[in-house]
């Protein structure tokens, strides 16, 4: 029987490099995946079987420093640690290519390359590749580029592989239990057990080695667990396990007993809301349409501008849940290859407060307009392209808001 030809998966924000790319590995029997950004390169690792990474380092166009891609290095390693990537650099050299090995890839190759030598750092790197997985299903993904999901990241980064207890807390559908996951899947323990705190029983509580223990909603714990569940944080360390807790509440307003709040919480990372990190918004709704159109096979979808604006004009009182469930209902109920404000029936959630403030959608356009200025390096016919206006919509706009 013939084995499938490996998936590689190409990043680049330069579509004439991805072409070349194509053409290259295509002619060489390799099944192609290409991506224009980290974030649907993430998308694409979280679900779909990839074999290699090949990643750019810098997708802004004022760009050169090679943080994009190093952050992006560190989001797939994260979701995926023995996942293969390699390097393709110009404008940020060695240096930063010796940088992306310490943090965790493979090899690098520095643009323009040689067909010939690419395409053996692509067989060797394959041929080594670590095979050692977890599971069979795709472990969960935290997708955020804001400032403040990238210090929740970077500490779960520090504690990954130690048995400190930690706890989450945020507001309901920050995803509090999805950053635990992810915290486990990171650790590499071997087996994961998710308990309500509210049904915790002496059975939950068994030395089973190598396990990472969730308890969700810490702050339903019924008294008579407390000396069990106390018990337990101090048996664990000794066979590789950890307790990851959940909350709702704020740290100070659990109301657990004051001992069993610090064993549980070495670690307080909290979970933003989503208002409080809009430029995420965009990104995660791109997620969900990949991932929904992925899993119910639907024909590939796209945002349009105005409905971009309109995603990040939202309160989103229930966070990133309430996102997700528009994505996919806009999804199902629409047939439109780029989905409009009109097909996303913002205002007919139930729940939904009619009291957002006034000019907020206005505010989005205009940091939506900046955003694609900046990208673009003020080019006004390329930031139009992106948002899809053209170029004289796009200069009344910018009159509109003092641009």
């Known amino acids: 029987m013939t084995k499938p030809a490996p998936t590689l998966l190409f990043v680049d924000d330069d579509p004439d490099v991805r072409k070349t790319a194509e053409l290259l590995f295509r002619r060489a029997g390799y099944t192609y995946l290409e991506a224009a950004s980290p974030v649907s390169a993430l998308s694409l690792v979280a679900t779909t079987p990839v074999d290699l990474v090949l990643l750019d380092l810098n997708f802004s166009k004022s760009q050169t420093s090679g943080q994009e891609g190093l952050d992006c290095l560190g989001d797939m390693l994260r979701h995926a640690p023995s996942l293969s990537v390699i390097v393709v650099t110009g404008h940020s050299g060695l240096q930063i290519a010796v940088q992306a090995l310490r943090a965790g890839a493979r090899d690098f190759v520095m643009k323009p390359w040689n067909n010939d030598r690419l395409l053996a750092t692509v067989e060797a790197t394959l041929a080594a590749r670590r095979t050692d997985t977890l599971v069979a299903a795709r472990p969960p993904v935290l997708i955020g580029l804001s400032e403040p999901m990238r210090r929740i990241m970077a500490a779960m980064d520090r504690c990954a592989a130690l048995t400190i207890p930690v706890l989450f807390t ?5 995803g509090k239990s999805l950053a635990a996951t992810v915290l486990h899947h990171q650790s590499r323990r071997s087996t994961l057990s998710v308990v309500e705190c509210a049904t915790l029983s002496p059975d939950d509580l068994d030395d089973t080695p190598n396990r990472t223990l969730i ?33 709702t509440r704020p740290r100070a307003e659990i109301g657990l007993d004051r001992g069993l709040l610090y064993a549980l919480s070495t670690m307080d990372i909290a979970l933003v809301p989503l208002r409080e990190r809009v430029e995420d918004i965009v990104p995660l709704a791109e997620h969900f349409i990949l991932t929904t159109c992925q899993l119910h096979g639907f024909s590939p979808r796209t945002l349009s501008a105005e409905a971009r604006a309109s995603l990040q004009a939202e309160a989103w009182a229930d966070n990133v849940h309430a996102l997700k469930q528009v994505i996919e209902r806009a999804l ?11 097909d996303l029936h913002l205002h007919d959630r139930p729940g939904l407060s009619t009291d957002l403030p006034k000019g907020n959608l206005a505010q989005s356009e205009k940091r939506l307009i900046e955003d694609a200025l900046n990208r673009h390096n003020f080019n006004v016919s390329a930031a139009a392209a992106d948002l899809g206006l053209t170029r004289p919509s796009l200069y009344r706009r910018m009159a509109k808001h003092g641009l």
């Not at 945020?170 to 920050?174: A, F």
């Not at 909603?217 to 307790?243: M, Q």
């Not at 047939?335 to 009109?342: G, H, K, R, S």
């Open 170 to 174: 945020g507001e309901t559908g920050t």
């Open 332 to 342: 199902i109920l629409s047939d439109n290859p780029t989905l409009t404000t009109a």
């Open 215 to 247: 308890l969700e909603n810490i702050d339903r714990l019924p008294d008579k667990s407390i000396p069990a569940l106390l018990g337990y944080l101090h048996r664990a360390p000794r066979s590789n396990c950890r307790v990851l807790s959940t909350s």
